[in-house]
């Protein structure tokens, strides 16, 4: 990850193998530009070439996790393009929310603050989000005369929530409370504003001690499997789940369990069972 110097976030790489992101234009809440966008696609995609990144943390610093895309870097070059200019920018944003869905590591997001617009749909994107309780959240286009299916959001909402809430939020673009995310299901749990990182990095800690090619396969069948029937999925499970029955994993943690052992998952730098 060396070869890319990212000027919009920074980037860490603990012992562990958890990847940490964070947005650190705090004085601008975070807010994405164009080379954001694109630097934080390419990263994410680079990160699937990376054995020893096995989980990734996504954070923002200071009191937000996103606002969305840059209003003075964005919003007023946008009024310049003509259509071919204006898919070209929706298409890249859309490929950053692609990248968080297509790398195959477990990803939580540490939705420290304000989560809105683009900021609401990366946070959708990731697999886990733990949220603090000052967190709000809106996916806020229709408040500035856009469509709500943005980045990918319509897809996306609906498998998280339900039709119904997703439906609330898209049409109406209102701000969600972190405890009214958490009754809906948009998060995975609500901390104090100073628990919100640990937490998250505590999760990606535990999911990057477990077993790196099943979380893959995990990640990949979540993907594939929406649009399949239902005997479809049952035969790509069952194809999915052999090819694990030949991963060592498979045979270390019953050795493990023969033994009474913690077991030690391929390439993992710290059982989590063994942690205090």
């Known amino acids: ?52 990144i096995r989980a990734i943390v996504l954070t923002g610093e200071g009191r937000a996790f996103c606002s969305g895309g840059d209003v003075e870097d964005i919003i007023g070059e946008l009024f310049a393009r003509d259509m071919k200019g204006l898919v070209e920018f929706t298409r890249v944003t859309g490929q950053l929310i692609g990248a968080l869905r297509k790398v195959r590591r477990p990803v939580v997001a540490a939705v420290n603050g304000v989560c809105v617009g683009a900021g609401a749909v990366m946070a959708l994107a990731c697999d886990f989000r733990i949220a603090s309780d000052t967190a709000k959240f809106g996916f806020i286009f229709p408040k500035v005369g856009l469509c709500g299916a943005d980045m990918g959001a319509a ?72 649009s399949m029937t239902l005997e479809q999925a049952l035969e790509a499970e069952a194809q999915a789940q052999a090819i694990c029955m030949q991963h060592p994993d498979f045979r270390a943690s019953f050795e493990a369990w023969q033994k009474k052992a913690p077991i030690r998952f391929a390439g993992a730098q710290l059982d989590f069972k063994d942690k205090p």
């Open 155 to 226: 897809y996306l909402l609906p498998r998280v929530v339900g039709l119904g809430h997703a439906s609330e939020l898209l049409f109406l673009g209102d701000i969600v409370r972190a405890d009214r995310a958490l009754a809906i299901g948009l998060v995975n749990e609500v901390t104090p504003p100073g628990e919100c990182l640990p937490r998250a990095r505590k999760l990606a800690e535990r999911l990057a001690s477990g077993p790196a090619f099943a979380h893959s396969m995990t990640k990949q069948m979540l993907e594939s499997e929406v």
């Open 1 to 52: 990850m060396k070869e890319i110097a990212p000027r919009g976030f920074k980037y860490a790489l603990s012992p562990l193998g958890v990847a940490e992101i964070t947005l650190n234009r705090p004085e601008r809440l975070n807010s994405l530009t164009f080379e954001i966008y694109q630097e934080l696609r390419d990263v994410l995609l680079a990160m699937g070439d990376h054995d020893e």
